[in-house]
């Protein structure tokens, strides 16, 4: 069992509270699935793709044109985890008006960074969903034209959602499923955890990194300095 770190690595006041114990790192797929629903997003992202898909089926009037919304998402998903990553995840504290601002988003990803093996940071903060969630509901149902097909997009996107939780998860544990993509993904993150920061931006995918040049041979990259301290910030600078 690895250290309890206490408060959290961010160093935000607000998240100085106790942390529960660092789970053990998973080596079978029994020990993987106990660690990876331990934590509340890959509780709500379940909770929400069974909901959803449950909801489509009892809907029925199933057309051709279903299958628009869910592909475009599915097909754009590559860059947009690729965006998310790098620019958002990856942000800069920024200054506006006079003063600096260090997002959390920022904070704790550069938290996960300093410590990868800790699982306790690799999850989406679960102060996401109550923002993200209903947003994205009102955009769906608010701009396609049938219930259907919103219920639809939604369902694909919080499954794509869970599969990135899930392959994120697996980049930082000694588990993977015996199936050579998903142990391609490991292999990439910790690439991009442990070899160059600015690389391999994608997690459960590596298509955007294709499309966008930032999955080049790892044996021609140098390992990068700033690798366990992003932006030459540790976590303890951030607060």
């Given at each position: 069992m690895r250290r309890d770190h206490g408060p959290s690595a961010n160093g935000d006041p607000a998240d100085r509270t106790p942390r529960a114990p660092e789970p053990m790192n998973p080596t079978t797929a029994g020990e993987f699935v106990r660690a990876f629903y331990r934590y509340t997003s890959p509780k709500i992202l379940t909770t929400l793709v069974v909901g959803l898909i449950g909801w489509r089926?009892?809907?029925?009037?199933?057309?051709?044109?279903?299958?628009?919304?869910?592909?475009?998402?599915?097909?754009?998903?590559?860059?947009?985890?690729?965006?998310?990553?790098?620019?958002?995840?990856?942000?800069?504290?920024?200054?506006?008006?006079?003063?600096?601002?260090?997002?959390?988003?920022?904070?704790?990803?550069?938290?996960?960074?300093?410590?990868?093996?800790?699982?306790?940071?690799?999850?989406?903060?679960?102060?996401?969903?109550?923002?993200?969630?209903?947003?994205?509901?009102?955009?769906?149902?608010?701009?396609?034209?049938?219930?259907?097909?919103?219920?639809?997009?939604?369902?694909?996107?919080?499954?794509?959602?869970?599969?990135?939780?899930f392959c994120h998860f697996i980049g930082h544990t000694t588990w993977a499923p015996p199936v050579e993509y998903y142990r391609r993904r490991q292999r990439m993150h910790r690439l991009h955890h442990y070899r160059n920061e600015t690389l391999w931006w994608g997690v459960s995918t590596g298509l955007g990194?294709?499309?966008?040049?930032?999955?080049?041979?790892?044996?021609?990259?140098?390992?990068?300095?700033?690798?366990?301290?992003?932006?030459?910030?540790?976590?303890?600078?951030?607060?």
């Open positions: 089926l009892a809907q029925g009037n199933w057309r051709p044109a279903d299958l628009i919304a869910p592909l475009c998402i599915l097909a754009f998903w590559p860059v947009l985890e690729w965006l998310i990553h790098a620019y958002l995840l990856h942000m800069k504290p920024f200054r506006l008006f006079g003063r600096t601002f260090d997002l959390k988003v920022g904070r704790t990803h550069r938290a996960h960074h300093a410590d990868p093996a800790d699982l306790r940071d690799i999850t989406i903060n679960k102060e996401v969903f109550p923002v993200v969630v209903p947003l994205l509901f009102v955009l769906a149902y608010g701009l396609l034209p049938s219930v259907e097909l919103a219920t639809g997009a939604l369902a694909m996107f919080f499954a794509l959602s869970l599969h990135y939780e990194d294709l499309l966008l040049g930032t999955a080049p041979d790892f044996r021609s990259v140098e390992k990068s300095p700033t690798v366990r301290d992003v932006h030459g910030r540790s976590p303890q600078q951030s607060g």
